[in-house]
């Protein structure tokens, strides 16, 4: 039998796969508290079939004999009992877990980048019996530039479905599937290459779709002053109940529970605000939602949530009535918001409140020189040098 020897001491006995009622591939390394060779096994009879028990069996023997080579002792760091748990399997438990724990967005996230993996499993690799084991930091980095490739996928994206595999791989690493996490060495696409594109809306588009709303769907467009005026975004509209709003104070109040940052805030209605939101029907059940979808596209109070991606949904069907450009999106009602009540000359401060912003840097990006406003300010306001 082939050995390693260190300074005339033999450090290794190499794998070897042994056949039997048990199913195993073992080795020998040097035991580092008594100095002397101790053997290892890793069970292979888990493993039902005995075409793949010795497929499996010689891609470990040859990995572990190459580690071994290089100096590699296993007594060293601790092993995942796991890992030769199905990959598919395992990520199902995951999903099943994710399940109980997250909000609707988020799960919609999660399930998407965890059906890229699976599919890239299945279909790229066609091995859709994988082991945890063979999930290695070469298909890691074969799956993310299989990412990076796709014309569909922006680097934003990229960086998303990266940071995404990366707690993945340390939930597995957590519960003792793997050891190292494959993901751990590559690294995102710089934030410079990633800029992020706001699209605002000019005067004439919003003109366009205030006269169409107000005649096709003034509920909607109550929504749409939300996100314009007081910088709500789409899934925290959705669950605002009647009893949120109070026109006589000109406040609305986001609560904890569907805030983005965990936390009650106040969001002021300014006063050029008002003649849309009368027409609300605010009396009757206050616990009821504000936007429901009892009637589809309606968005009356009811007790039936509207999602957010209802929202999105009736945007898409007024590009045609509206002309609405496909890269203007409700949410750019905001990134407009921002930018317009910025340029207004309310304080940037206040605006940060009424964004709910983390902090003031993050509002300052918006007090850009894109809009004609601040050009034409910027030109005439601009004082002499001396």
């Given at each position: 039998m082939p050995t390693h020897q260190h300074n005339h001491r033999i450090s290794y006995i190499p794998a070897r796969l042994t056949e039997g009622k048990e199913w195993f591939v073992s080795y020998y390394v040097?035991?580092?508290p008594t100095g002397k060779l101790r053997r290892k096994k890793v069970k292979m009879n888990r493993i039902h079939s005995i075409t793949q028990r010795r497929i499996v069996a010689r891609k470990l023997i040859i990995d572990i004999n190459a580690k071994l080579y290089n100096g590699w002792n296993p007594f060293l760091e601790d092993e995942a009992p796991k890992s030769y748990h199905q990959l598919l399997d395992v990520l199902?438990?995951?999903m099943a877990i994710q399940e109980k724990e997250l909000e609707k967005n988020s799960l919609r996230s999660y399930r998407s980048y965890v059906k890229f993996i699976v599919e890239y499993i299945i279909h790229s690799l066609k091995t859709p019996k994988?082991?945890?084991?063979?999930?290695?930091k070469g298909t890691a980095a074969d799956l993310m530039l299989a990412i990076k490739q796709n014309p569909a996928l922006s680097n934003r994206t990229y960086n998303n479905y990266l940071l995404f595999y990366k707690v993945l791989f340390n939930w597995l690493k957590q519960y003792n599937y793997i050891t190292a996490n494959p993901f751990e060495g590559i690294t995102k696409i710089a934030k410079r290459k990633t800029p992020k594109i706001r699209q605002l809306i000019s005067s004439e588009l919003r003109k366009a779709l205030c006269d169409y709303l107000c005649k096709q769907n003034p509920n909607y467009l109550s929504m749409c002053m939300m996100c314009y005026y007081c910088?709500?975004?789409p899934n925290e509209i959705s669950y605002l109940k009647v009893s949120d709003v109070d026109l006589m104070k000109q406040t609305i109040l986001v609560r904890k529970e569907i805030a983005?940052?965990?936390k009650d805030s106040i969001r002021i209605i300014p006063d050029a605000m008002m003649p849309y939101m009368k027409h609300l029907q605010l009396t009757g059940d206050k616990d009821r939602y504000l936007f429901s979808f009892d009637r589809k596209?309606?968005?009356?109070p009811g007790v039936k949530h509207a999602d957010s991606r209802e929202i999105a949904r009736y945007w898409s069907t007024l590009r045609d009535a509206v002309k609405i450009p496909v890269n203007v999106q409700f949410y750019s009602l905001k990134d407009t918001g921002i930018t317009n009540m910025l340029a207004d000359g309310v304080a940037?401060?206040?605006v940060q409140g009424q964004a709910d912003h983390s902090s003031l840097a993050i509002t300052s990006m918006y007090a850009g020189t894109t809009t004609p406003a601040s050009q034409e300010q910027i030109r005439k306001k601009a004082g002499a040098f001396v």
């Amino acid at each position: 039998m082939p050995t390693h020897q260190h300074n005339h001491r033999i450090s290794y006995i190499p794998a070897r796969l042994t056949e039997g009622k048990e199913w195993f591939v073992s080795y020998y390394v040097i035991y580092p508290p008594t100095g002397k060779l101790r053997r290892k096994k890793v069970k292979m009879n888990r493993i039902h079939s005995i075409t793949q028990r010795r497929i499996v069996a010689r891609k470990l023997i040859i990995d572990i004999n190459a580690k071994l080579y290089n100096g590699w002792n296993p007594f060293l760091e601790d092993e995942a009992p796991k890992s030769y748990h199905q990959l598919l399997d395992v990520l199902a438990t995951y999903m099943a877990i994710q399940e109980k724990e997250l909000e609707k967005n988020s799960l919609r996230s999660y399930r998407s980048y965890v059906k890229f993996i699976v599919e890239y499993i299945i279909h790229s690799l066609k091995t859709p019996k994988m082991y945890v084991a063979q999930f290695d930091k070469g298909t890691a980095a074969d799956l993310m530039l299989a990412i990076k490739q796709n014309p569909a996928l922006s680097n934003r994206t990229y960086n998303n479905y990266l940071l995404f595999y990366k707690v993945l791989f340390n939930w597995l690493k957590q519960y003792n599937y793997i050891t190292a996490n494959p993901f751990e060495g590559i690294t995102k696409i710089a934030k410079r290459k990633t800029p992020k594109i706001r699209q605002l809306i000019s005067s004439e588009l919003r003109k366009a779709l205030c006269d169409y709303l107000c005649k096709q769907n003034p509920n909607y467009l109550s929504m749409c002053m939300m996100c314009y005026y007081c910088f709500l975004r789409p899934n925290e509209i959705s669950y605002l109940k009647v009893s949120d709003v109070d026109l006589m104070k000109q406040t609305i109040l986001v609560r904890k529970e569907i805030a983005k940052n965990d936390k009650d805030s106040i969001r002021i209605i300014p006063d050029a605000m008002m003649p849309y939101m009368k027409h609300l029907q605010l009396t009757g059940d206050k616990d009821r939602y504000l936007f429901s979808f009892d009637r589809k596209y309606l968005f009356v109070p009811g007790v039936k949530h509207a999602d957010s991606r209802e929202i999105a949904r009736y945007w898409s069907t007024l590009r045609d009535a509206v002309k609405i450009p496909v890269n203007v999106q409700f949410y750019s009602l905001k990134d407009t918001g921002i930018t317009n009540m910025l340029a207004d000359g309310v304080a940037a401060n206040f605006v940060q409140g009424q964004a709910d912003h983390s902090s003031l840097a993050i509002t300052s990006m918006y007090a850009g020189t894109t809009t004609p406003a601040s050009q034409e300010q910027i030109r005439k306001k601009a004082g002499a040098f001396v």
